[in-house]
């Protein structure tokens, strides 16, 4: 089965600081990874993902993630933080099932971005 | 485009009372749809999810039925609530295998 480990559930920053939320999964079979983010009170929104090909992936809000397959992460980040970041961010990883897909998720990082 | 569709967006119900939280999704046919929880401090938990109309696996053993009357409609009930159902309940949807899960805009459930 899958699993996914985000360190951190805490992440402070100052404004135009690098952003870096860290994932690494566990999964028997080449995984689908995908971070989301969630806004206080809403549901979630989809980031970027990987599936196949080029392992460095790059998604809404100037935000990338790179998939390193040897040390089973995708950490995601972003060079310059902007208070409009703050928010909570889970990495999931994707279980292919018959006829369909799970999301197993983390446990989130919540994002302070401050001035 | 496709939308998602959840209400009711806020909920506060007395313990033993039923719940029905009910999610549609448009602009697509035969989705795969799932119900997850978000419990305070907690990561998303699956609860249900269905690749079809009255093909619904659950993942947790729990207080909570899921039904799907129609394609494109999914149904989170109980019968009697329980303190422990407070939560963040998330509707999603997709299609096919492998792709991008999306989701609605969540309903609160406060139960007393």
């Excluded at chain 2, 947790?60 to 129609?70: E, I, M, T, Y």
Aim: hydrophobic share 35%; glycine share 10%.
């Amino acid at each position: 089965a899958q699993s996914v480990t985000q360190l951190g559930s805490h992440v402070s920053v100052s404004e135009g600081a690098l952003v870096l939320l860290r994932c690494n999964y566990s999964s028997s079979v080449p995984p689908y990874l995908f971070w989301y983010v969630q806004y206080p009170n809403q549901g979630l929104q989809l980031l970027l993902k990987y599936t196949t090909g080029a392992t460095l992936v790059k998604g809404i809000n100037g935000f990338e993630a790179e998939f390193k397959k040897s040390e089973t992460s995708f950490h995601l980040t972003k060079p310059s933080a902007h208070m409009s970041d703050a928010a909570e961010y889970f990495c999931a990883v994707s279980e292919i099932t018959g006829g369909g897909n799970k999301l197993t998720f983390g446990t989130g990082t919540q994002l302070k971005v401050e001035l | 485009s496709q939308t998602i569709h959840q209400w009711p967006a806020t909920l506060v119900q007395p313990v033993g009372s039923p719940l029905s939280l009910e999610c549609t999704v448009e602009g697509t046919s035969n989705p795969n749809l799932y119900w997850y929880r978000q419990a305070a401090g907690r990561g998303l938990q699956l609860l249900f999810y269905s690749i079809g109309i009255d093909q619904i696996s659950s993942e947790v053993p729990q207080n909570l039925s899921a039904s799907r009357p129609q394609d494109r409609q999914f149904i989170l009930s109980s019968k009697k609530l329980l303190l422990s159902d407070s939560g963040f309940y998330l509707c999603a949807w997709s299609v096919g295998s492998g792709n991008t899960i999306y989701f609605g805009e969540g309903s609160w459930l406060t139960v007393v």
